[in-house]
T-cell receptor
Framework: AQTVTQSQPEMSVQEAETVTLSCTYD???????LFWYKQPPSRQMILVIR??????QNATENRFSVNFQKAAKSFSLKISDSQLGDAAMYFC????????????FGKGTMLLVSP | DAEITQSPRHKITETGRQVTLACHQT?????MFWYRQDLGHGLRLIHY???????NKGEVSDGYSVSRSNTEDLPLTLESAASSQTSVYFC????????????FGEGSRLTVL
């Protein structure tokens, strides 16, 4: 079974600074999807960014970008120019591309943003 | 706009009672999922369905059941609620086999006393 590990229970950043959240995963598959979801205090799960494993280019969405290292099975999220609204729980998730599959989540990293 | 709704949003019940959490989606998605979220555990999969009459057990299915009689709904039933089932429950749906993204409901907070 696939596992997703987020080794940082909590991270802090100041407004306008850059922060990187770490995620590693374990899989024997070669084709899969990786995700970062954001969960603000409202509890809503919001998709931040998605990466297809067959794409070498790192995904980018405005201030959010990933560093996808397939051989190392690493998928970190970089948030640039951090804003107060970025404060939330962030979950890394994995989904196999082979047939029907489900989403496996890490335990989450709480991001605190200070003025 | 298409959406996925859960009800109730908050519920308090007693140990041993049967509880059903509703999930309704208007995306016309084939795939539906139930997760529970607990501090220190992230989201863990309870049950999932890939279509009408299809249900499958997830990582933490003991004490839970689901049924899928139509495309729109996947109710989650706790047959005899236990304090260990106090949690926040999320329903989610997705369209294709491997398109990846799940769309989530707003969550249901269940407290079992």
């Amino acid at each position: 079974a696939q596992t997703v590990t987020q080794s940082q229970p909590e991270m802090s950043v100041q407004e306008a600074e850059t922060v990187t959240l770490s995620c590693t995963y374990d899989t024997s598959e070669s084709d899969y999807y990786l995700f970062w979801y954001k969960q603000p205090p409202s509890r809503q799960m919001i998709l931040v960014i998605r990466q297809e494993a067959y794409k070498q280019q790192n995904a980018t969405e405005n201030r959010f970008s990933v560093n996808f290292q397939k051989a190392a099975k690493s998928f970190s999220l970089k948030i640039s120019d951090s804003q107060l609204g970025d404060a939330a729980m962030y979950f890394c998730a994995y989904r196999s591309a082979a047939g029907y599959s489900t989403l496996t989540f890490g335990k989450g990293t709480m991001l605190l943003v200070s003025p | 706009d298409a959406e996925i709704t859960q009800s109730p949003r908050h519920k308090i019940t007693e140990t041993g009672r049967q509880v059903t959490l509703a999930c309704h989606q208007t995306w016309n998605h084939n795939n539906m999922f139930w997760y529970r979220q607990d501090l220190g555990h992230g989201l863990r999969l309870i049950h999932y369905s890939y279509g009408v009459q299809d249900t499958n057990k997830g990582e933490v299915s003991d004490g839970y059941s689901v049924s899928r009689s139509n495309t729109e709904d996947l109710p989650l039933t706790l047959e005899s609620a236990a304090s260990s089932q106090t949690s926040v429950y999320f329903c989610a749906s997705s369209s294709g086999r491997t398109t990846g993204e799940l769309f989530f409901g707003e969550g249901s907070r269940l407290t079992v006393l």
